[in-house]
Every structure is written in C-alpha cells, then in structure tokens.
C-alpha cells in the first residue's frame, strides 16, 4: 500500500469501533484535498456526538482545523486555546508565524 492507503486504512481501524476518545497521530497528512476535507467534517462530527479527539500535528494546517491547541515546543507549553485566539495573541495571521513568534518570545531554542 503507497503511505496515503496506509492512512487510510489506519484510519477506518480506529473508526470502526466509535471510540469515545480518538488519538491521531497527524491523520491527513499526504492524503489528497478531498479526502482530508471529508475526514476533517467526519472528525467535527464525531466530536460534536461527544467523542474527544486528541490530535498531534507539527502541520499547522492541521491545527488550524482544530477547536482547542495546546503548542508545544520541546516539551513546554508554549500557548493554548483556540486558533483564532493564539493567531489574535501573537498578532498573526496564520498558525506558522504564530508558533515561531512564541518560540521566539519565549526564548524556546529554535
């Protein structure tokens, strides 16, 4: 199987059994637009039933999907809540700059 059937296969295993917490390790990465758009509505879904998901992403893009971040940079907290909040904190527009600024300002080695 290529990496994104992998993913995917993943994915339908953890699905299966309507788990009330979900820990996904960066669950679209390398699939295409359609699928990871499909996926992302599915996991707000699940969410919205009352399943928690826990995701670990370095894709910002992915982060930015999220309801709630927790940024961690070699184990510390650097901030948390929602996207719209850390990006208005740190004054940028997008999650990428957001995370360096507060790497920055808070001294975390880059």
Do not use: K, N, Y
Not at 12 to 36: H, I, K
Not at 52 to 64: I, K, P
């Amino acid at each position: 199987l290529s990496g994104g059937e992998r993913a995917r296969v993943s994915l339908a295993v953890a699905l299966l059994g309507r788990a009330e917490l979900l820990v996904l390790d960066e669950p679209t990465v390398g699939l295409d637009p359609l699928v990871r758009r499909d996926l992302w509505a599915l996991f707000h879904e699940l969410a919205a039933d009352g399943a928690t998901l826990l995701v670990s992403s370095h894709v910002m893009d992915e982060a930015a999907r999220c309801d709630e971040l927790l940024l961690l940079r070699e184990g510390r907290l650097l901030a948390s809540g929602p996207p719209a909040a850390i990006r208005e904190r740190t004054g940028e527009a997008d999650l990428d700059a957001a995370f360096v600024r507060l790497v920055e300002q808070q001294g975390a080695p880059a």
